[in-house]
Nanobody
């Protein structure tokens, strides 16, 4: 199982970025994919996740209406479209996958329920 995230960068407040996560080595269509972020001195937090089986999405309150998570099953890719970025969105972003969450009814933004993680990609939003 392998995940590779890309797409981070430096953007001004109000701008947009799209993060990409390339997945391989597992049944992408049934797993749950998630995006998380981490700031030094703070715990890693779940930003968004998607149940690839049925497309159900979950978001942390602070990004609702600004971020969109979606998957392309033909390419085994999951994306995080980030619009109206704010300086407080600055963080290292990680994609992750969970096999067990497809059987759960909650916990879709809990880092401890995700099993495989990709390397992070830095997102910096300047004010």
């Amino acid at each position: 199982v392998q995940l590779q995230a890309s797409g981070g960068g430096l953007v001004q407040a109000g701008g947009s970025l799209r993060l990409s996560c390339a997945a391989s080595g597992f049944n992408f269509n049934t797993y749950v994919m998630g995006w998380f972020r981490e700031v030094p001195g703070r715990e890693r937090e779940g930003v968004a996740s998607i149940k690839n089986k049925d497309g159900t999405t979950y978001y942390i309150d602070s990004v609702k209406g600004r971020f969109t998570i979606f998957s392309d099953s033909a390419k085994n890719m999951t994306y995080l479209q980030m619009n109206s970025l704010k300086p407080e969105d600055t963080a290292v972003y990680f994609c992750a996958t969970s096999r067990r969450l497809q059987y759960y009814s909650s916990g879709f933004l809990r880092p401890d329920l995700f099993d495989v993680w990709g390397r992070g990609t830095q997102v910096t939003v300047s004010s």
